[in-house]
C-alpha cells in the first residue's frame, strides 16, 4: 500500500503564503468556502485502507490539517485502533505550519506518536517575506513558541525548509539559524511555481543555478557535521550509493509511492497533480483497491519515463530518472521534457559523487560493491562549463 497523503481541509489555511502550490485546489471545489472532512469519508478512508493488513502510512497535509481540529484526530486515532488487524503497522505524520500547536496538541501528538513536520524556512527575515497571515504580518514567532511546546512534551518533529530567493543564496546562515537552535533534521523543497496562465516562472522561485549551487555548499556543511546534522535529501542519496535503492520519489522510476485523498473523498495519484484530468474517482463510490489499481493510474505511474532526448544520452539518468515530473511540466503536460532544475541535479550529483561513495563505503564497508547502479557520467573537467549553468567554469564555480 502505498503513503496516504490526506487532505482534510482542502486547501484551506490559517496562513497566507505566496508561494502555495496547494492553494489554487481550492477551484476544485467551488461549492463551499470552507471544506472539511466528514466523520463518513473519514471511516471510509481508514477502514478501506486497513481492510489490506499491509503497514500503513497516513500523511495529514493541507492546506493546514491541524484546522480540521484536535478532536478529528482522535477519531481518526481511534478508528485506526478498531479497524487494524492484530500485529499491522499504522503511523501518523501531521505536515504543519504550527500555528494553532499549543499544550494540549503536543501531548496528543505525542501520546499518539504522531511525527510533526514544522514548516519553518529560517530566521525571521527569511521566513517571513513568504510565510504570513491574511493581515501580511510574519509567523516566525508563532512557529517557534510552537516548536518549544513540542519539546516540552516530547513530540517528534522535524523541519521542512521552502526554498526561495528569501534563503536559497544564504546555505551557511540557514544552517547556523537551524544548529544554534538544535534543529537538525531537515528536509529542503526547492520552490518553483508558474505565473497563472503558465507563461514564466513565478517571481518567488528558484532558477537551476540557484538551486545548484545551494545543494553543492550545503552538502559542504553536511559532510562537516556528521551525525550532527540529517539532510533528508543527502542522506536518501547516500542510502543510493550504498545499496542501490533510491528512497526519495522525485528520483525514482514510476510515480506510484504516493496517492492523496481529498476531503471529500476523491482520490489523486500526487498531489503535485491534483487536477480534474488525473482525479481517479472518490472512495465513497468505489473500492480504493479499484482506484489504486486503474489504467489511469497505470498510466500516470508510468508517464515519468517519457525522457526527452537528453535525459536518455545523459550518465546521471539511472541516478535521477528526470526528477519529478512537476518541473517536467510546468508550461505544458508534456513530461517529456527536461526538469526545470536539471542543472542544479546535474552540478550536485558531480560535485558529491565521490564523497558520498567514500562515506557509503565506510558503511558497508571496503571490500563490497557500492550498489546497482549503472552511472555512466564523468566528472567535469576543471575548465568545463559547469553543470549548474552559471555560465562560469567548473573549477571556478561549484567545485570551489
Not at 16 to 45: G, I, N, W
Not at 167 to 192: K, M
Not at 312 to 340: M, S, V
Request: proline share 6%.
Amino acid at each position: 500500500m502505498p503513503q496516504i497523503l490526506i487532505k482534510p481541509v482542502s486547501a484551506d489555511c490559517n496562513l497566507a503564503c505566496r508561494y502555495c502550490f496547494y492553494s489554487p485546489k481550492a477551484a476544485l471545489y467551488p461549492e463551499t468556502s470552507r471544506h472539511r472532512m466528514s466523520d463518513a469519508v473519514l471511516q471510509e478512508l481508514i477502514g478501506q485502507t486497513l481492510a489490506t493488513g499491509e503497514p500503513t502510512s497516513f500523511c495529514w497535509q493541507g492546506g493546514e490539517p491541524t484546522l480540521a481540529g484536535l478532536d478529528f484526530y482522535r477519531q481518526a486515532v481511534e478508528l485506526q485502533h478498531e479497524m487494524a488487524a492484530p500485529g499491522q503497522q499504522v503511523v501518523n505524520s501531521l505536515q504543519t505550519n504550527a500555528i494553532v500547536i499549543d499544550q494540549e496538541w503536543a501531548a496528543f501528538l505525542a501520546q499518539n506518536q504522531f511525527l510533526v513536520g514544522v514548516s519553518l524556512d529560517g530566521s525571521a527575515k527569511m521566513h517571513n517575506r513568504y510565510r504570513t497571515f491574511l493581515n501580511g504580518a510574519g509567523s516566525h514567532n508563532r512557529v517557534m513558541a510552537a516548536i518549544q511546546v513540542l519539546r516540552q512534551y516530547q513530540a517528534e518533529f522535524n523541519i521542512l525548509v521552502l526554498l526561495t530567493p528569501a534563503n536559497v543564496d544564504e546555505p551557511q546562515l540557514l544552517a547556523e539559524f537551524f544548529l544554534s537552535h538544535d534543529l537538525t533534521y531537515l528536509q529542503f523543497i526547492p520552490c518553483v511555481e508558474t505565473t497563472q496562465d503558465r507563461s514564466a516562472v513565478a517571481d518567488f522561485s528558484l532558477d537551476a543555478r540557484q538551486y545548484g549551487h545551494f545543494l553543492c555548499e550545503m552538502f559542504d556543511l553536511w559532510v562537516a557535521k556528521p551525525g550532527s546534522l540529517y539532510v533528508r535529501l543527502f542522506d536518501e542519496f547516500l542510502i543510493t550509493y550504498a545499496e542501490g535503492t533510491i528512497p526519495s520519489c522525485t528520483f525514482k522510476d514510476s510515480c506510484s509511492d504516493y496517492f492523496v485523498c481529498e476531503h471529500n473523498g476523491d482520490i489523486y495519484p500526487c498531489d503535485f497533480f491534483c487536477d480534474p484530468e488525473w482525479l481517479l474517482g472518490n472512495i465513497m463510490d468505489q473500492p480504493l483497491s479499484q482506484l489504486l489499481s486503474s489504467p489511469r493510474r497505470r498510466e500516470f505511474a508510468a508517464r515519468k519515463a517519457q525522457y526527452s532526448q537528453q535525459c536518455q544520452e545523459c550518465g546521471w539518468l539511472e541516478i535521477c530518472h528526470g526528477a519529478c515530473p512537476k518541473y517536467r511540466t510546468l508550461f505544458d503536460d508534456n513530461p517529456a521534457q527536461l526538469t526545470h532544475l536539471c542543472a542544479a541535479y546535474r552540478a550536485f550529483f558531480a560535485y558529491s559523487r565521490s564523497r558520498l561513495e567514500q562515506l557509503a563505503h565506510q558503511i558497508i564497508g571496503e571490500h563490497r560493491p557500492l550498489n546497482r547502479l549503472t552511472i555512466t557520467a564523468q566528472p567535469p573537467n576543471r575548465n568545463d562549463p559547469c553543470p549548474c549553468g552559471s555560465g562560469r567554469k567548473y573549477k571556478q564555480c561549484c567545485m570551489l
